[in-house]
């Protein structure tokens, strides 16, 4: 009896053993293959996820992870940094870290994520966005986002170690090489008009190659939306891995002179001008150091002359 049972386990041993193989192989086919990291040019994926029941059925609960909902989103992603030759750890960790964040701090039934691989470019990148419904009246601003963040940074007083939130902020920021954020107005799966807030996260195969030239496509989008007496006021602010490299700013024409002159009497030089429409997108360079509470202070100021504009009479 003892011996059959000896036999019977080294046979349970071998058939788990099988299965393990099979499974690693089923990890590593993407990685061991000769052709897929050269062949997918480019590869999306997008998830309509139902906040609501994820945040009732998952959130705080004893689920089998397998089982979740976030599970399928971070094992996607991990196949997408394998097929650009990216660290599929980091890659995973920093999309886990956004989803929870939009779930768990979002807004409204619906958060969309999408995941893309761009391999046809020099330097090829997988860009990943999260995107929730904004409160009624709410709106983040550059300043509330790099406050959550510095919520995550040991050395900041800001720090603060029992914040989720804040150590997701600080680890989305230290795992990225190009990060944007966008407030826009869209109908969403309901098909209620809502006002929205999407997180991009971009991560390259060479953190220290070039980037991609940013096409501002998505506000672009944002600017179609708009009504003809509405503001347009959009920044944009291009980072070499941490630190801020050039900013773009996004007005009507007519307040651009005044913006390029507050700009340049504040260091900054105008290198490019994108003519849309009726808007104008500025990029300025300067060669100091670009300082954080300085740059807040130029939005503000910029802000201050696009407002002035449109709250002018008509003559």
Same mark, same amino acid.
């Given at each position: 009896?003892?011996?059959?049972?000896?036999?019977?386990?080294? $046979?349970?041993?071998e058939?788990?053993?099988? @299965?393990n193989?099979?499974? $690693?192989? *089923?990890?590593?086919?993407?990685?061991?293959?000769?052709?897929?990291?050269k062949s997918?040019?480019?590869?999306?994926?997008?998830?309509?996820?139902?906040? @609501? *029941?994820v945040i009732?059925?998952?959130?705080?609960k004893?689920?089998?992870?397998?089982?979740?909902?976030?599970?399928e989103?971070k094992?996607?992603?991990y196949?997408?940094a394998?097929?650009?030759?990216?660290?599929? /750890?980091? /890659?995973?960790?920093?999309?886990?870290e956004?989803?929870?964040?939009v779930?768990?701090?979002?807004?409204? $039934?619906?958060?969309i994520?999408?995941?893309?691989?761009?391999? +046809?470019?020099?330097?090829?990148?997988?860009?990943?966005?999260?995107?929730?419904?904004?409160?009624?009246?709410?709106?983040?601003?550059?300043?509330?986002?790099e406050?959550?963040?510095?919520?995550? +940074?040991a050395?900041? @007083?800001?720090?603060?170690?029992?914040?989720?939130?804040?150590?997701?902020?600080?680890?989305?920021? @230290?795992l990225?090489?190009?990060r944007?954020?966008?407030?826009?107005?869209?109908?969403n799966?309901?098909?209620?008009?809502?006002?929205?807030?999407?997180?991009?996260?971009?991560?390259y195969?060479?953190?220290?190659?070039?980037?991609?030239?940013?096409?501002?496509?998505?506000?672009?989008?944002?600017i179609?939306k708009?009504?003809? +007496? +509405? /503001?347009?006021?959009?920044?944009?602010?291009?980072?070499? *891995?941490?630190? !801020?490299?050039?900013?773009t700013?996004?007005?009507?024409?007519?307040?651009?002179p005044?913006?390029?002159?507050?700009?340049?009497?504040?260091?900054?030089?105008?290198?490019?001008?994108? !003519?849309?429409?009726?808007?104008?997108?500025a990029?300025?360079?300067?060669?100091k150091?670009?300082?954080?509470?300085?740059?807040?202070?130029?939005?503000? $100021? /910029?802000?201050?002359?696009v407002?002035?504009?449109?709250?002018a009479?008509?003559?």
């Amino acid at each position: 009896m003892e011996q059959k049972t000896i036999e019977e386990l080294q $046979k349970k041993i071998e058939q788990l053993e099988k @299965e393990n193989k099979y499974l $690693k192989e *089923e990890l590593d086919y993407i990685k061991e293959s000769p052709y897929l990291q050269k062949s997918v040019s480019q590869l999306i994926y997008e998830a309509t996820i139902n906040r @609501e *029941e994820v945040i009732k059925n998952e959130f705080g609960k004893r689920i089998n992870e397998k089982h979740g909902t976030m599970y399928e989103i971070k094992n996607q992603a991990y196949r997408f940094a394998h097929l650009l030759g990216i660290d599929p /750890v980091s /890659v995973r960790m920093m999309v886990t870290e956004a989803i929870q964040n939009v779930i768990e701090h979002g807004y409204g $039934k619906y958060v969309i994520v999408t995941l893309e691989i761009h391999n +046809d470019v020099v330097n090829p990148y997988m860009l990943c966005s999260f995107k929730h419904e904004m409160p009624p009246g709410k709106y983040y601003t550059l300043k509330e986002i790099e406050e959550n963040a510095l919520k995550g +940074d040991a050395t900041s @007083e800001f720090f603060d170690f029992e914040n989720s939130r804040g150590r997701g902020e600080f680890l989305m920021k @230290e795992l990225t090489d190009e990060r944007r954020i966008i407030n826009g107005i869209e109908l969403n799966p309901d098909g209620k008009k809502i006002r929205y807030f999407k997180r991009i996260l971009i991560k390259y195969k060479n953190p220290q190659g070039p980037k991609e030239k940013v096409t501002f496509s998505e506000l672009k989008k944002e600017i179609d939306k708009l009504d003809i +007496d +509405d /503001v347009v006021c959009y920044f944009h602010v291009h980072h070499i *891995e941490s630190e !801020p490299a050039a900013v773009t700013i996004a007005t009507l024409r007519s307040s651009a002179p005044k913006v390029a002159e507050l700009m340049e009497a504040n260091g900054f030089k105008l290198v490019e001008e994108e !003519p849309y429409y009726r808007t104008i997108f500025a990029t300025y360079k300067t060669d100091k150091k670009i300082n954080k509470d300085e740059l807040l202070n130029l939005f503000a $100021k /910029v802000r201050y002359i696009v407002q002035q504009e449109f709250d002018a009479p008509l003559v």
